[in-house]
């Protein structure tokens, strides 16, 4: 079964702020992705809202950053609808991917 | 010969003086890798306990996300109140996350390898995904689906394509 998938205004402002190139890698992932494997791709939240939503988190990559993408989304009460509540962004040099991978197994 | 002598002598005092200070020097980077064998236990004490702080929030915020809905109408203002705090929290927490990551690299770029680093990363990661997001904006949020204000993707993108941002 396919979800489709709704934002609200706020969701849509925090996809509109994003890069070109990234945004257009981000609705591929949500529409490809989330749209119809919602349950595998995503996990229930913990934060920020009082209500556990789910979470559905990707990593993009364009020339010399990596942008970790965190999408907070409800189901609707219809089941056939996706509520995406808030698309959140981290960004890093790739340069400095190092920093948050682990090089080696340590422990 | 007598010149002989004074050059053996000179030599000796020449030798001796270098085997002294490369005696002086070998202590010098003994100590050096003392401190840095210290300073890689402090930062493995941090790595441990910045992630425990976490795994300790965690526990916390799934508290109050339990007690919100079982609330009364009066308790869960309050209750729901405390969502700000807890962001202000996770932040805090992120910045020394982010400081405690660097620490490890140096560590890595001499050599050392950090015991708790995969942990340690994982945890970071979830925290980069928490702090991403605003609580007021997602609460204003889950007011504009109530008030049904929403678009589809599809028409979202549709609009991207046409208007450029």
Known sequence: MSYEIILSDTAREDLRALPDAVRGRVVQHL????????????????????QKCQLFQVDVDDDTER???????????????????AIGRFNY????EFNYRPRHDDD | MEGGKDMS??????VDTAEKSAEALEEALLQIHHRQAMLCMDVQDL??????????????????????PTASADERAEIQGFGGRWHELYVSLATTFQKTSGLIRALEDWRFSVKGKRAFLDAW????????????RVAASVEQFNGGRFRTLGAIRDELRDNPV
Request: hydrophobic share 40%; proline share 6%.
């Open chain 2, 9 to 14: 002598t000179v030599l000796k005092n020449q």
């Open chain 1, 31 to 50: 529409e490809a992705g989330l749209a119809n494997y919602p349950t595998e791709l995503s996990r229930p939240s913990r934060f920020p809202y009082w």
């Open chain 1, 67 to 85: 942008w970790e993408i965190t999408v907070l989304f409800q189901y609707a009460a219809d089941e056939q609808h996706i509520q995406v509540l």
């Open chain 2, 125 to 136: 990661k979830e925290l980069r995904g928490i702090v991403a997001l605003s609580p007021d």
């Open chain 1, 93 to 96: 040099p790739l340069s400095q």
């Open chain 2, 47 to 68: 790595v441990r306990t910045t992630t425990n702080l976490f795994q300790q929030v965690g526990q916390a915020v799934d508290d109050w996300q339990a007690a919100c």
